[in-house]
């Protein structure tokens, strides 16, 4: 059975998603990293998986991969976040079991395509900078380093990278 993109449920559970996660973000734990997603309850994973969209990835049925967005965040401490021109990616995982084999790059070609439709100019993450393999994939895909943001209760520093949609995009600066 192929690789399944779908759009979560209102009425599906998150525990999959949060054991997903917690699987997920292992590897950047024992690098003592403290991403939310390491340990984050239910009720976080609802929060952020309903706060806009959140894409599922499946193959042969079984839970392999997610990715959350949503539009500008008028609270956020980065003031990319805040852009009104924004779609802002969080709760980015796939199973260390499956990783390397494409879903990854098939839930970003999603979501940024899904971001271009709402008439985003800018789709915006953030990681950690002492994960340099994430900082990687993410300029890999044509995402740039715009800004740095000490997220509270973090333990490091996060960078902030954008990746332009439209030609037509405001100059990248916060």
């Not at 009425?11 to 024992?30: C, F, G, K, N």
């Not at 494409?102 to 839930?107: F, T, V, Y």
């Not at 979501?111 to 900078?129: H, L, M, S």
Request: glycine share 8%.
């Amino acid at each position: 059975m192929p690789l399944t993109l779908r759009l979560l449920r209102p009425d599906e559970p998150v525990a999959p998603i949060t054991a997903l996660l917690h699987r997920a973000y292992a590897r950047l734990a024992a690098m003592g990293l403290n991403y939310t997603a390491v340990d984050q309850g239910d009720d976080v994973t609802a929060r952020r998986a309903r706060r806009g969209a959140c894409l599922v990835a499946e193959l042969d049925g079984r839970l392999v991969g997610t990715l959350a967005f949503h539009g500008p965040d008028p609270a956020s401490e980065a003031a990319w976040c805040r852009r009104d021109d924004v779609v802002v990616l969080e709760q980015f995982a796939v199973d260390p079991d499956v990783q390397g084999q494409g879903i990854g790059a098939a839930l970003m070609d999603e979501a940024e395509a899904r971001a271009r439709a709402t008439g985003a100019a800018w789709v915006v993450g953030d990681t950690a900078r002492p994960a340099a393999h994430l900082i990687a994939l993410y300029t890999a895909r044509g995402y740039a380093i715009v800004d740095r943001v000490q997220w509270p209760g973090k333990v490091y520093e996060s960078v902030v990278l954008a990746k332009r949609l439209s030609a037509d995009a405001r100059p990248a600066r916060p």
